[in-house]
């Protein structure tokens, strides 16, 4: 199995044939659900049991302030996400999730009505197809406020196809917001190859550099990390195989506007105000950005843009401008040695 062809037929096979419920994976990559939000988790009582069944995601990529917009889910599955996204933007608001497995999308489909009826409104609309092409979904640039993917660009044969896709239909200060796998190393290339691997999200994780540089290359030198929870390999012969590689399940945030690709520092503050849905008390940007309701933080170029020029700006007032220069921000650091240090990228 070498070609993207026979590495998507592998990965289709997987979720449509091999896999029929969570309890089937052999390792906790899929399937963490310890991160989710409180306020998320009150949402799953609303959703159908089966599209529970079949959720095989890694995280909870699920941001704030989301009424009214439109979402995209890339490799949505049962439609688990979608179902919660649904709620999260309303009835103003629109999702729109894209799988390539028939197995997996007859699911969220058969459940749409059930959710509709339930909700009391329908938002969310599937697509099959693949997401390293979204135009042959119909999908036009600058469309979407808010990219979601949940466990899924592991697996795709060509990941930088897929983050090209991602910042084309991005409108200009929209959002990437996804949870995946990351590998503390490149993964060898026979690794890449084995089937099981592959299917449980270990194969194609990403190696965090050099998802920095595809970022780079397509124009985003600064996507942060939000969340990251360490991926146990339980079972004995995946272990023996891959044991030597550190899997982290990392949820990251970026977005499609200029940036630096080093924080420096211009004397800007930024206060968050409130207001956000379900987030009274404060905003996490980042794993290290936490901004408490009411309080001033300094921060560097490339936050105050981030938080200016996208749809948080709403919640923010962003002090100061980029007309006098301090020199480089000295940045809390990002995790130390861990699979996903961002240091040297970003603050
Ligand atoms: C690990 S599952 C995650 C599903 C869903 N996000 C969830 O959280 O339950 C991976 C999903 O991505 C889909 N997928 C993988 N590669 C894809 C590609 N290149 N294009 C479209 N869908 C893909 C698979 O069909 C599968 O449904």
Known sequence: MSSSIEISESVRHYYGQVLQSSQDLKTSACCSIDAMPDYLKALLADLHPEVLERFYGCGSPLPPALTGKTVLDLGCGSGRDCYLLSKLVGPSGRVIGVDMTPEQLEVAVRHQAWHAERFGYANVEFLHGHIENLHTVGIADNSVDVVVSNCVINLSPDKPGVLAEIFRVLKPGGELYFSDVFADRRIAAELRRDPVLLGECLGGALYWEDFRRILQDLGCPDARTVKQNPISIDDPELFAKIGMV?????????????LEDRCEDF????????????????????????????RPLRVCGNTADMLALSRYGAYFQVLGDKSRHFGLFDCAPGPQGSATSTDGACC
């Open 267 to 294: 004397g800007q503050v930024a206060v968050y105000l409130g207001g956000m849905d379900r987030h009274p008390h404060g905003f996490d940007l980042d794993d290290h950005h936490h901004f408490e309701t009411g």
């Open 246 to 258: 550190k899997f982290n399940s990392v949820t990251v945030r970026a977005f499609k506007m200029a």
